[in-house]
């Protein structure tokens, strides 16, 4: 079975985009050895995967990535304080949580889920 391990983050401005993250999410973000414009993201302890930013020149293919938060209320107003977007409606799936989307800085859409079990801030 094949298990998520990481996740690139394409941008067309990738330090813009690495500023981004750290402010919404808290995420480490540090420069590769190489390739220049490929910024590791270290996205905090325990399970989960870690990933990358990096620049569009090397790749241009979207994907959509899904981020747990405990408050999805303080991240979506916590994206749009950092140039982000809510991109529709927060949406209840019974059993899962709360799942909503937004855009980042550079357009780039993310999936947010905020579990059952979880208690906002």
């Known amino acids: 079975m094949g298990r998520i391990v990481h996740v690139e983050i394409v941008a067309e401005d990738h330090n813009r ?12 973000v540090t420069p590769a050895p190489m390739p220049d414009g490929y910024l590791l993201a270290e996205t905090g302890p325990g399970e989960g995967i870690d990933g990358a930013i990096m620049s569009r020149r090397y790749q ?16 979506l107003e916590a994206a749009r304080g950092a140039g982000g977007a809510p991109a529709g409606e927060i949406q209840e799936l019974p059993g899962i949580g709360r799942l909503s989307y937004l855009r980042d800085s550079e357009g780039v859409l993310i999936g947010l889920r905020q579990s059952s079990s979880a208690t906002p801030r």
């Open 17 to 28: 985009a690495a500023e981004f993250y750290s402010k919404v999410f808290g995420w480490q």
């Open 60 to 75: 241009s293919q979207p994907t959509i990535a899904w981020i747990e938060v405990d408050d999805l209320e303080a991240t």
